[in-house]
């Protein structure tokens, strides 16, 4: 086994250009994203979410993106849940997607808004059962004595959503960031990435080139 400190890859995939890029973040965002579904990349839409709680500690989670448009990007959870609690008194976040395969990451960070009800319902309608039924199963982010706890909730919801209706929780739905700055960085040889910020400027995006 090599020691930590030597495990190192030099990136040759590509580069990233400022025409490559073009003006608009959003069409480059699903270039790249496109790209790696078409790939057959393992859950490309998993993205790192970070957030902070009033006092500026952070917390960072695996969350899958359901959703974007020129609006922003959008994830669903439990409003009650440790990321939620957060959001809610510190409507800021951030998101990082990795694509080893491409050497590719990007970093959107921005505010957060929750989206309506109608959209939370119409997400919630598509989702297979068995996620609907632990939606409302989990306590999400509270302590449990044991996983017994857990499945004796999931078997009582059996018997209560018999008929097979299963509405959307109210402590239940989606956020969307609204981005203010997206970062693309493409790994390039020696460690001198390509890496290009879009930061928004009133209805503006400006491009900068960051170093490395």
């Known amino acids: 086994m090599k020691p930590i400190a030597d495990l190192r890859k030099d990136y040759t995939h590509g580069g990233l250009s400022e025409a490559e890029a073009g003006d608009d973040p959003f069409a480059l965002f699903r270039s790249w994203f496109d790209a790696a579904q078409t790939a057959g990349l393992?859950?490309?839409n998993a993205m790192t979410l970070a957030t902070a709680d009033v006092a500026g500690k952070p917390a960072a989670r695996i969350v899958l993106l359901k959703g974007f448009d020129e609006r922003g990007f959008v994830f669903f959870s439990n409003y009650d849940s440790r990321k939620?609690?957060?959001?809610?008194?510190?409507?800021f976040a951030a998101l990082v997607f990795l694509w080893h395969e491409f050497e590719r990451s990007i970093r959107i960070e921005g505010g957060i808004q929750k989206t309506t009800d109608e959209e939370s319902d119409a997400y919630f309608s598509t989702r297979p059962a068995g996620s609907r039924l632990g939606a409302w199963?989990?306590?999400?982010?509270?302590?449990?004595?044991?996983?017994?706890?857990?499945e004796a909730e999931?078997?009582?919801l059996l018997g209560r959503f018999a008929d097979g209706e299963i509405p959307r929780p109210p402590h239940w739905g989606g956020y969307r960031l609204v981005p203010n700055s997206i970062e693309f960085?493409?790994?390039r040889s020696s460690r001198l990435h390509d890496r290009l910020r879009f930061r928004s400027e009133?209805?503006?995006?400006?491009r900068e080139r960051l170093a490395p």
């Not at 009133?202 to 400006?206: F, H, M, T, Y």
Request: proline letters at 11%; charged letters at 20%; aromatic letters at 6%.
């Open 185 to 187: 960085w493409q790994g």
């Open 84 to 91: 939620g609690r957060e959001m809610e008194t510190n409507p």
């Open 137 to 150: 199963a989990s306590r999400q982010s509270e302590v449990i004595p044991d996983r017994s706890v857990l």
């Open 202 to 206: 009133g209805s503006q995006w400006i």
């Open 154 to 156: 999931h078997a009582a």
């Open 42 to 44: 393992p859950e490309p």
